[in-house]
DNA sequence: CGATTGTTTGACACTCATCAAATCTCGTGG
DNA sequence: CCACGAGATTTGATGAGTGTCAAACAATCG
């Protein structure tokens, strides 16, 4: 099963046999947290069912999704190699979620040991870069109606699922607007005028993409927003 | 005098004899480019002298810079390390400067070769990463004031020059405009109103720092900007 | 079938980008 | 050494884009 997961693909049997020998699972039901901003970083996690959203949280309590993990994908990793030691974010679960959680030190004792993982370590690392680096950008420079249609599109691509009727997410105007760095007011506007082009169709908790080309089309900005 | 690269702390001196015979030094002068954004990552450089500014351009023309290297720093190896194999940035020379140019491939064998450079490597890259993620969340959630002060207190500490005033930077309003995520007019506007307060002097591509304690509460958001 | 939680919509305020034009600074050539 | 011109900066006027607040409505859950 861990075969799955990208962070491991060059450990070798016996190495991902240690990793579950040495790790221990963890469950966290929806809205739980793995762990906290700022504290010491002393697990990283592999995500076994669920979801996961990586946030930072502003002294006036306002919240930032930085990014949300998928099954099998890696996390707390960075707090876990990195000197400094604690999470650079905290770890909040979107659903009902299971983690196998690494000690830091076994994780690092296994990146030493075995260069190969730590050079697929460091290519997910400037993979997550480059995307924060055009995120960035695209914070700076774009208006709400095409960041929002950023994110639906990449939540599309990597958490969406195939319906007849198009592909169907399954988030809060709330969760987006923490991730398009909006408001929950802001987002629904936007999508009702999407639904009331036909791009989409919205409900609680939920919209279903009926022309994905058309709203790849808007987080390019080549499909003028509506007036 | 590499022995001051970051980079190059778990390089053996032989390693370093290598980088040298295999390096090529490259010059570029004010507003010159190193490299641009989506080439391909041929060479990796560290900045023997000047500075350099790391830019995304949109498609619309307009500027974002995301980071400034000083001197002896590593520039372009996300672009050679990456399995994309493009520069995610290009690097344009903010004075003459001088760089030492390694070809991607033997970047990559020096780390192949060497795990302890590999971890460094990914230290430096995790800490980047942390910094990117709290710069992303501070465009979103803070105003345009208190983010010219971050900006204005980082670059002081990283390229600013004691004099008996205070702190000096050479950056034009544009410039400024550029990393913060502004325009020139608001950062014009910002400046003369710490002039003003008595917090900093201005000049052409130029301001001094009077008192860093009161910029840095700004910077915090602890002290309230002007009416 | 309440109660809770998510969503929509309107009204309004406010920050900041944009445009225009004047002023300032510095380097260069006469 | 001074005048000129290019580039940098300032400042005002204006408006677009979004956040904020309030209130009503809808969906889901026990």
Redesign the pocket.
Known sequence: MLQRVEALRHASPEEVRTLVRLGLPRAVEEDGFFFFQDDPAERAYILLAGRVKMIQVTPAG?QVTLRTIGPYRLFGAIGAVNPTATYPASAQALQDSLAWGIASSDFRRLLQNNPALLLDLTHMTTDYLREMQERYREMVT??????IARVVVRLAGQLGRRIPEGIELT?????L?EIA?????????V??GW?KRGLIL?????LVILHPHALAQLAAGSLP?AP
Do not use: I, N
């Open positions: 306002q774009e208006q709400v109606e095409q960041r988030f809060s105007r709330q969760d607007a760095g909006t408001t929950l007011y802001t987002v629904s506007r999508l009702s639904e919205t409900g609680r908790e939920r927003p």
